[in-house]
């Protein structure tokens, strides 16, 4: 039997019809159990992609993404290694990598440390890769055709690995890719993981990242977002927390045209640990949206959040906040800071904090403050001879700190200083 | 060095500065007193360039060059400081690469060579050190967290740094306890030059005692009413600006 696709759909849903079409085509060749394939496939028919009807997509619209046509099937764009630019890499530029370029895993530019054990995804998917209610994660399950299975064995601290997508269009027209990767640490093992994301021209990065911290692990989760300005970067990354585990991210998003980065935390044991900080950057047109869920599922687990926005220009930048402690979850301790600079009167914010607390003990504050560039303070910087742009970047870099300087990696917070400047300095006349 | 004439200045269409003349000559220190509310620090803003006060009249020539068309960081950049009175906060802006930052804007609108990090902490420290500040405010965020005596205090390391040729102290002596008035005016004393003057906005006679004025001026209603030596702060101390306004009207 044939359905249309469309004829089932809620009305003012965004289809999913591009997605499917591909998935059609290139469903014979993908990796994998077909099921939660078709899993994806029935939920994407059912309910298009997400979109401002869906509560958690009120300020995001993907409809541009439908605009485009995807044509190229990546299997077909696959292995034909091309010089690749790498992105600036500063002080990491020795470290161990994984590096993809459009979609696919390049062994010629990655180089693996012994301590880690890494696997190329072949269509494993987990049996809830298509819950109802998260298109995002479906379109993922949908047409994941590579990615790094990155695994740390008990007691291993294997330092500092760069896990870097590189984004490309093929041949001009637009390209989608949908990497799945997933990294393990063993009960007390430790990694950094510096995650770059760049490219040129038109794409979109459909990346999810799961990761499983056993008992004691600490992941540090260093992610910078300097995707191509024509590209689409909708993203996802599931941690789940075992006892006295930590997962301590940050990310600075400066790039694409519309982006969603989502986190969802589970903090799953006692005493677990989750920082999601951000610093989202924008300007021009650019939507940048920055969507967490914590979820405090056992006793004593701390959460920590600075977000912190600003927006330059028409840009606009959502932040969603969720925090959920269920009963379980006694003396529960979650902490959410949301603040933006407004650079421009035509940026916009949206702000969306969310608590949903079941435990009777437990400390969860969230705040948010949206405000502008101080004019005694610009002034006390331009009577001292600094030019006006020079300024706002100096206090614009003043207002980021908080958040950046939470990132205690010192070689990845030189290279997250130096993408901000770039950015800056791309936009000082 | 700066010429004043006929200055008018409001903020909000009120009227502050109701025509200023004033000349400070090379290496000349002048005091500018008066009571609250006469105009003394609209001056002070008015020459280093706050966008909230709206000059209506008048000229201002600072080294030959028309100050008033200049944006606030070419002013600085020309040789102009405004120490203020009540310095802002900058947290997360460390004082030292603020300093930096400002000292090689200025030195590379003059055309002169930037100075690396190590060369810049190298004369800051000395700086600090002449005006007995403890290294650690150059490390700490910009005013914050200063006492009030620590603001004036950096502003003042920001001038011996900056070096400029024409202070404006505005109400520096205000929170400052005896010890730190002796050591601002020892980094004045310490700038004095032929090529360096000061305009010294203060209520009172005691910064005086420490920066010796060549010309002292009244100001009230936004009008110099009286000019005299060093000796007129001292009449003023005795007598007060009524008996001084009254003399005058």
Redesign the interface.
Known sequence: MNIVPNQVLPPHATSAEPFLARYRGLRAGLPGPRAPREAAADLLRRRGLPGPRDEAWKYTNLKPLTELQFHAALTDAGDHPSPVALPHLGALAESPRVVFVAGRYRADLSQLPDQITARRFAGHLDTDAAPEHDQLLALNTLLAEDGALLAVAAGIDAGTLLLVHMGADLSGTPAAFHPRHSVHLGAGAALTLVEISAGQGTYLHNPVLNIDLQAGARLAHLRLQIESPHSFHIGAVHAAIAENAAYDSFSLILGARLARSEIHARLSGARAHAALNAAQVLRGVQHADFTTIVSHDAPCGTSRQTVKNVLDNHARGVFQGKIEVARAAQKTDGYQMNQALLLSPHAEIDCKPQLEIFADDVKCSHGATVGELDADQLFFLRSRGIPQAEARGMLVRAFLSEAVDLIRHDAARALFDDALNAWWEAQAP | MLEIRNLQAAVVEKPILQGIDLVVPDGEIHAIMGPNGSGKSTLAYVL?????FAVTGGSVTFDGADLLAM???Q???AGL??A?QA??E????GNAN?LR??LN??RR?RGDEELDAAAFLKLAKAAARSLHMPDDMLKRNVNVGFSGGEKKRNEVL?MAI?RPKLAILDETDSGLDIDALRIVGEGVNALRSEKFSALVITHHQRLLDHIVPDRVHVLAHGRIIRSGGAELARELEAQGYAHVIAEAA
């Open positions: 280093s360039g706050r966008a909230d944006e606030p960081e002013r600085a950049q400081f405004l203020f310095p802002v900058l947290p997360g802006v603020f930052t400002a804007a200025v609108a920001q900056l």
